[in-house]
């Protein structure tokens, strides 16, 4: 939530990059962290000057376009999803204090605002707006001209310290003209290197134009950068080293690419998403080899219970991970919403071990559950897309999804390689129990190899999807139907529908139909059907048609995506979209695809935008 830029270049000279160009950039390649409004504070000529605006980063740029700021190299920037107050330009960052000589941009949410704010007024501060930064802003000035005696790092440590919650803040000075300052306490923020230039941003695309070279740093540290220098210390004022690492994407992933949205884009780099993810993991033999985990693999062999933590998309994942895993290796897994893990007293102990899933590696959620479990003793793993994250920062191990970065706010390639990411996680502990033989573990990955070509397929072919979405456009509720790995299949497709078109979708346990949901059924009611192989065990299969004929014999529309060259399905179904056969575990890899392009294809036939969905943020940082 909210996107935090930050920027100090060389002194003013001809040619070099100017703040406001910087930070407008860093803002564009951020904007889908939050879109409620935007602004910047740039220092130059012993003056800050902020412009800020409700709604979309467009309307700042027209601010500014109407008052100019002047050439700086110093700035903050700030895009934000809004939390304490409404969406205004009064509530837009950044916040001033000091008699407007100081300016703060803040992610995440100080939870002792209130008392704050009481105290600072009883001390004749005046607050503009109604947020929880103006509180920090006024704190940080207060300090700087008090006993911080000019230092603004000084200043946002004494600050720190008094604030409760999670934050990252930004603050620039017109008397420390040469340096932004930034803090973080459970809240992203990473350090760009340049060359007589350093930038911050809550994550690499907020400089990733400028730089990949790029600094991690640990919870509860404070940052000061200059032109030249970055130094980091501890919120008790102790010296601290950050993590360097090197972004392995640049700027051109981060483009749309030709595709009308991100949103497309990213659909159609599917199959790239779960090549890059399965590549390098396998050794001449063909056995598995998951170096980066970095749990000994005893520990791992010891495992007795895994639990899943994750939250919305990444999820359903992890729903379709149990299936998996669970029939790979034999040891149980749960899968929870983090957010509801840690209320509950789980049973955890060091044979435990918790996987947790997240694209950004930033979910306050998931983070927190993890941090629960690891207090318990767990063992922790990360599945993620985000180097240089909290996450896997914080776990025992990571394994990384090779998925690129993933801009549009709603899910979809990352989705599609947490799968293929979870599938290898299975595969290797079943081949460290000793649970698979190499044979069967080599059969898997073959499969699993030659499923990025069957989603280019479907991608090809996705014309009756997209035919079918235009002539949905008016429809108010969709219900979605699966079993078994199909049903995480279902509960993602519906969710892809109420975020990108704002359309009531339901997914079900096909089986549980009976047992409720089938009351919803009335004439015309569209119903997707996720139907399982027809070559798979249980005869899952014959009893999803079965479920097929229950709701179409009380009037409902049936669209079933179904393997190629299962006939049965096609008697009782409306339209049918045919993906390609695999092995029936593999199968959420391929079925997903066309509930994600219907949802998009939906969602733009209403004109609304698949990238920047309302009320949504891609990275949910707080709880
Ligand atoms: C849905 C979506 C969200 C995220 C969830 C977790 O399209 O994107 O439901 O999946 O907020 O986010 P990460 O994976 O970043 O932890």
Redesign the pocket.
Known sequence: MCGIVGYVGLPEKSGEHQALDVLVEGLRRLEYRGYDSAGVATVSGGVVQVRKKSGKLGNLLAEIEAAPVGPAQVGIGHTRWATHGGPTDVNAHPHVGDSGRLAVIHNGIIENFAQLRQRLLAEGFEFASETDTEVAAKLIGRFFAGEAAGDLTAAMRLAVNELEGAFTLLAVHADAPDRVVAARRNSPLVVGLGEGENFLGSDVSGFIDFTREAVELEQDQIVTITSSEVEIINFDGTPAQGRRFYVDWDASAAEKGGFPTFMEKEIHEQPKAVEDTLLGRTDAEGRLVLDELRIDPEELKATTKIIVL????????GLVAKYAIEHWTRIPVEVEL?HEFRYRDPIIDETTLVV????????M??LMAVRYAKEQGARTLSI???NGST?PRESDAVLYLHAGP?IA????K??LA?IAASYLLGLYLGQLRGQLFSGQIADILADLHSVPGKIQQILDDAEQIKALARQMADTPSVLFLGRHVGYPVAL?GA??LK?LAYIHAEGFAAGELKHGPIALIEEGQPVFVVVPSPHGRYSLHSKVVSNIQEVRARGARTITVAEEGDEAVQDYSETVFHVPGTQPLLMPLLTTVPLQIFACALASEKGYDVDQPRN?A???TVE
């Open positions: 994750a939250c919305g998309t990444a999820a359903y994942a983090a947790s899933i997240s694209q950004s590696g930033e979910t959620d998931t993620c897309n985000t996450i993933e706010v709603a899910s979809t990352a989705f947490m993602e969710l892809k975020e949504l891609k990275s949910v």
